[in-house]
């Protein structure tokens, strides 16, 4: 009789069933499959070069969510989660010679440099024990292999361009079937505790009533938010007249976060689309969310091609900008008080929930790079620091282009805050929800408190510096909008409801689509999951 097959699958951002290559091919190959994550100390040092810890507090606590939740999934299959804390690697190195019968690790591909040291570590070790080793693509929607191109080499720099091509050209692959039951785990090994935040050296974040993401980690989540979004509200429907909200979890999918961490599949979420589209409606809006899927592919084959240099001071056109590392600057940014109060709203929005509305991202990374003039890698850490849906290749991507230095060099666009804040939250209602220091003012005048009178001012209960800052920096085009306010009586409806999607102003409805590029109805800013 033949020794058994044991088969490490080792999950990292993947942690699913349905439609996961690497337990899919395991499955077919092995006699013990043992489903691994390993708790990777390197990912809770500081980032690269302003040392803000590398995965904050809600992010880990959709981490921990989300594995929790695949344990409990793989043990309803006959298998369990093996959770190990420690370098995959050395992780992989002792089950191999702890097991004895390991015939192969499996892993789905990553394109970023900590990544990619992972899986070459983990190479290392599978030859030096005479392991098999077996990798797969499985993160974007279109897979690498199916790109109409020769080489990653002759990937567009313009979206628009990669957009038409795949889509005229390749073929969404078909979702991989689930198993019912899953290969057990070797007898005897034990599946090992899920780390706390203190063993993690983290401080668990507190729930605010107020987050537009109050949402848990884990597949069975992932899922159960697509049904949401979908087929029980039809939500999707109009998500592209909604997407540029603010307040409220259903003005756009959230799938971002599950996203990011695998416990949902691009594939899966197309082909929910396309049985929506045949079953209830096919419109703009149910398109848009495909098109944000491919956003997010262009983005990771953007890492794919040009490597390192997505996180390189000059960025992808190796342009030398004179940026500046004011950490009072900085710290007035981070800490939503730079007198700006659609700024402000959303800095604070992030710094006590984790999350960030598309819109908001747009304009506070402009705000940093054009307005404030900062090192744009100042930005990006502290988004990977503090958001729950970081996905590095997003990322960073979107930073280089709000830096004016992405691989498109047509376009530097700069976003005037006050027009912004006016034309999203035009009542203000979502500036006072963040920043309550300025609930006093109605209407439009929140935006622009330091242009009210001093009696306006007294009878909102606000003294500039004092209870809110003036402007740290004041630019010049926001004076052609701040006159343009509506009345401060409060009496209009704001653009967004407060309890999530309501009217966007037809004016406004396709503003998301023209952030990093031209004002063509067929180019877009920025993933909107992102």
């Not at 009789?1 to 699958?9: G, L, P, Y």
């Not at 107020?210 to 087929?231: D, M, T, V």
């Not at 109009?238 to 416990?263: E, H, Q, V």
Request: charged share 25%.
């Amino acid at each position: 009789m033949s020794a058994s097959r044991t088969i490490i699958c080792l999950l990292r951002n993947d942690l699913r069933l349905h439609d996961n290559e690497v337990l899919h091919w395991a499955q077919k190959n092995a006699d013990h499959i043992v489903p691994l994550y390993c708790f990777d100390p390197r990912r809770y040092l500081g980032t690269c070069n302003f040392n803000f810890p590398k995965t904050g507090p809600f992010r880990l606590r959709f981490l921990l969510e989300s594995v929790n939740d695949l344990r409990a999934s793989l043990k309803k299959r006959g298998s369990n989660l093996v959770v190990r804390r420690g370098k995959p690697g050395q992780v992989v190195e002792d089950l191999i010679k702890q097991l004895g019968s390991v015939s192969a690790v499996a892993y789905h591909e990553e394109v970023t440099q900590e990544e990619l040291d992972v899986e070459t570590q983990v190479k290392e070790v599978c030859s030096r024990n005479q392991v098999k080793v077996q990798s797969f693509w499985g993160s974007t929607l279109y897979h690498r292999q199916d790109l109409p191109f020769n080489h990653i080499s002759r990937l567009p720099d313009v979206y628009t361009q990669f957009r038409k091509a795949v889509e005229a050209q390749s073929r969404v692959r078909p979702v991989l079937p689930t198993a019912a039951q899953l290969r057990p785990l070797p007898t005897g090994l034990e599946e090992g505790p899920v780390p706390t935040y203190q063993d993690l050296e983290q401080t668990e974040p507190v729930a605010d009533p107020r987050s537009a993401f109050p949402c848990s980690g884990g597949e069975s989540e992932a899922l159960g938010r697509l049904q949401h979004y979908f087929w029980d509200t039809d939500a999707v429907a109009t998500y592209k007249a909604t997407r540029n909200g603010l307040i409220g979890a259903d003005y756009s999918t959230k799938f971002a976060p599950w996203l990011s961490m695998g416990c949902i599949s691009p594939r899966y979420i197309y082909e929910q689309i396309k049985k929506y589209e045949r079953e209830r409606t096919a419109n703009e809006s149910t398109y848009w969310v495909i098109f944000e899927l491919l956003w997010r592919d262009y983005f990771r084959f953007v890492a794919l091609k040009f490597g390192n240099r997505l996180f390189d001071l000059k960025g992808l056109q190796d342009k030398d900008v004179p940026w500046k590392s004011d950490r009072k600057l900085f710290d007035a940014w981070k800490e939503g008080r730079t007198g700006v109060p659609f700024v402000d709203a959303n800095m604070r929005e992030l710094a006590l929930t984790g999350f960030m509305s598309n819109r908001g991202r747009q304009n506070v990374a402009s705000f940093l790079t054009k307005d404030l003039g900062l090192d744009w890698r100042l930005g990006a850490e502290w988004f990977e620091h503090l958001l729950v849906d970081h996905d590095v290749c997003s990322n960073y991507g979107n930073w280089l282009y709000s830096a004016g230095i992405g691989n498109d060099p047509r376009e530097n666009r700069k976003f005037n805050m006050i027009k912004q804040g006016l034309d999203y939250d035009n009542n203000g209602d979502y500036v006072r929800q963040w920043v309550p220091e300025l609930r006093g003012i109605k209407g439009g005048d929140v935006h622009t408190p330091w242009t009210l009178s001093s009696a306006a001012l007294s009878h909102a209960q606000v003294s500039l510096n004092e209870t809110y800052p003036t402007p740290v920096v004041m630019a010049p085009e926001w004076s052609r909008h701040a006159n343009k306010k509506p009345a401060g009586g409060g009496s209009g409806p704001s653009a967004r409801g407060r309890k999530g999607p309501s009217h966007t102003p037809r004016q406004h409805k396709d503003r998301g689509i023209d952030f990093y590029f031209s004002k063509s109805r067929n180019m877009k800013s920025s993933n909107d999951f992102v």
